[in-house]
């Protein structure tokens, strides 16, 4: 992009499910005469990425009316869409929830039986926690183990939970991490040790 990039404004075209707001995939032109992000018709947008969006739809399983193109204008050239997901109702982008992790210890015996319950949270942009959310988590560790058969919980309004037991080792980087099955939230980890 040109030298001035900083200042000006991106175009960008995100393809994504009308169901869920997730993006899928993110289109930009440039034109090389006017060193500036190009502005294409939406349609003509759709009509170019025809092929790639049916290789998305097929590739994430979603139905042919359940993908869409949206145009959005971001302020800084370096701009990531990963914290960011469409919000179908309104046409816009917004920071897209995340989960978070806390445990009652951080530090468990390393004997195989001492356990910790691992409390997950569903939270909005703010930090708060989104009290209406149901959606299915895998939950997943290095050491020990999860007291959810395959690490599937699901959450209830906002919440779930689950125990982590201990390893008969001494073992100082234990991660535990949670992510959306259909991965729309941004996923969290915790570190914890056996001692």
């Not at 290789?55 to 009316?65: G, K």
């Amino acid at each position: 992009m040109p030298a001035s990039a900083e200042t000006q404004r991106v175009i960008r075209y995100v393809v994504y499910s009308k169901t869920t707001g997730q993006i899928i995939h993110t289109h930009s032109q440039s034109s090389v005469e006017d060193e500036e992000y190009a502005e294409v018709p939406i349609e003509e947008v759709r009509a170019m990425l025809s092929t790639t969006l049916d290789f998305v739809r097929q590739l994430n399983n979603l139905a042919p009316d359940d993908i869409d193109v949206l145009k959005v204008e971001l302020d800084d050239p370096g701009s990531k869409l990963g914290a960011m997901m469409v919000d179908p109702r309104q046409l816009k982008l917004i920071p897209r929830p995340s989960l978070a992790l806390s445990a009652d210890k951080g530090e468990l015996v390393g004997d195989g039986q001492d356990s910790t319950l691992i409390e997950i949270v569903l939270a909005d942009a703010d930090g708060r926690p989104m009290d209406g959310a149901a959606a299915a988590l895998k939950i997943t560790t290095n050491r020990g183990k999860l007291s959810a058969r395959g690490g599937l919980v699901e959450l209830v309004n906002g919440r779930a939970s689950m125990t982590l037991t201990s390893a008969n080792e001494t073992v100082t980087g234990v991660r535990v991490r949670a992510e959306h099955v259909d991965r729309i939230f941004v996923p969290a980890h915790l570190d914890l040790e056996f001692v």
